[in-house]
T-cell receptor, first 113, second 114 residues
Framework: AQKITQTQPGMFVQEKEAVTLDCTYD???????LFWYKQPSSGEMIFLIY??????QNATEGRYSLNFQKARKSANLVISASQLGDSAMYFC??????????FGAGTRLTVKP | DGGITQSPKYLFRKEGQNVTLSCEQN?????MYWYRQDPGQGLRLIYY???????QKGDIAEGYSVSREKKESFPLTVTSAQKNPTAFYLC?????????????FGPGTRLTVL
């Protein structure tokens, strides 16, 4: 069964606008971690942000924030004030306990000038 | 500078040949991982290692082998038994492999079988 679902294969956003990339997950564990990575065309995976299942506050890292809705099992990434350099693939991932990290299929974000 | 290096960046192989992809880290991380990425898809785990001289299979280990003789190094061999090896291969490391443990990635190796 798919553990991580990213329903948006592609998204467009105007430069300087905010954008939300969706991620839903499936787990019966109480303890898990959620991650977002950025993959530019060069291929390297760049860590953006982490949210623990017991964290009460939504995680934030600069222009990135994670909209964590535990009851709905969603962990959407919000990018504020988009920049041209934000154009990339974005992957949501989850780790349950010491198990393997599972990745979604990704969303390709294109920032338009 | 601390980080993860992978070499080579591009690799071409003839069918029937084994090939070894290098992964080195100087972050003093205990855990290391190998992932495969096919076009338009997410990452799939091939092998991982949480300690020297020990490693476990991931979801798609068939046709691959690894070794972990040193903490810093985790080479991946793509054997001739791997039926469709053309893909992008990413190596990662993390402090100890725990739940909240962030994985950091190398730049990747793009393997093409001719």
């Amino acid at each position: 069964a798919q553990k991580i679902t990213q329903t948006q294969p592609g998204m467009f956003v105007q430069e300087k606008e905010a954008v939300t990339l969706d991620c839903t997950y499936d787990t019966s564990d109480q303890s898990y971690g959620l991650f977002w990575y950025k993959q530019p065309s060069s291929g390297e995976m760049i860590f953006l942000i982490y949210q623990g299942s017991y964290d009460e506050q939504n995680a934030t890292e600069g222009r990135y924030s994670l909209n964590f809705q535990k009851a709905r099992k969603s962990a959407n990434l919000v990018i504020s004030a988009s920049q041209l350099g934000d154009s990339a693939m974005y992957f949501c991932a989850m780790r349950e306990g010491d198990n393997d990290m599972r990745f979604g299929a990704g969303t390709r974000l294109t920032v338009k000038p | 500078d601390g980080g993860i290096t992978q070499s080579p960046k591009y690799l071409f192989r003839k069918e029937g040949q084994n090939v070894t992809l290098s992964c080195e880290q100087n972050l003093n991380h205990d855990a290391m991982y190998w992932y495969r990425q096919d076009p338009g898809q997410g990452l799939r785990l091939i092998y991982y290692s949480q300690i020297v001289n020990d490693f476990q299979k991931g979801d798609i280990a068939e046709g691959y082998s690894v070794s972990r003789e040193k903490k810093e190094s985790f080479p991946l061999t793509v054997t001739s038994a791997q039926k469709n090896p053309t893909a992008f291969y990413l190596c990662a490391s993390s402090i100890d492999g725990g739940e909240a443990d962030t994985q950091y990635f190398g730049p990747g190796t793009r393997l093409t079988v001719l």
